[in-house]
């Protein structure tokens, strides 16, 4: 049995991630969403922290290692202890992955733990619209 998350009264607790060709539409969803996600802590991978610390720098971003160095699996484990409360991971379907063992991994951590994920910015919009739920479970 999966255990629950023991944190109360902290931040939702977000990992945010994008592949190359989708780090601009997800720095463009954050941007729409940033009041919504002003009061979350963000983990994102390297490169994609980066951009979204550009776009939204009053937002309390954690960079982690980029995904292929490590952070898909810093990640991962964050979900696995439960840290993480939900994982946005916008995915590029066209381009080929040297790294998708590491993508795939990460999702199945996200389905095994039970924690809402979202490849896309309709299923992030979803999540969005639910941070105080979310928010409420954690407490």
Not at 80 to 91: Q, S, V, Y
Not at 97 to 124: E, F, G, Q, W
């Amino acid at each position: 049995m999966i255990e629950e998350s023991s944190r109360h009264n902290q931040p939702v607790v977000l990992g945010l991630v994008a592949h190359d060709d989708k780090k601009a539409a997800l720095s463009d969803w954050v941007t729409l969403h940033r009041e919504a996600l002003a009061d979350s802590q963000i983990f994102a991978t390297g490169t994609t922290g980066s951009v979204l610390e550009k776009a939204c720098p009053e937002l309390n971003i954690k960079r982690l290692k980029s995904g292929p160095l490590g952070g898909d699996q810093q990640l991962g484990a964050m979900i696995c202890e439960g840290r993480l409360d939900a994982l946005i991971f916008f995915i590029d379907p066209l381009s080929p992955l040297p790294h998708d063992v590491d993508v795939k991994a990460l999702m199945r951590l996200a389905t095994l733990y039970d924690i809402p994920h979202a490849s896309n910015a309709a299923t992030a919009n979803l999540i969005a619209a639910s941070l105080d739920t979310l928010k409420d479970s954690t407490g």
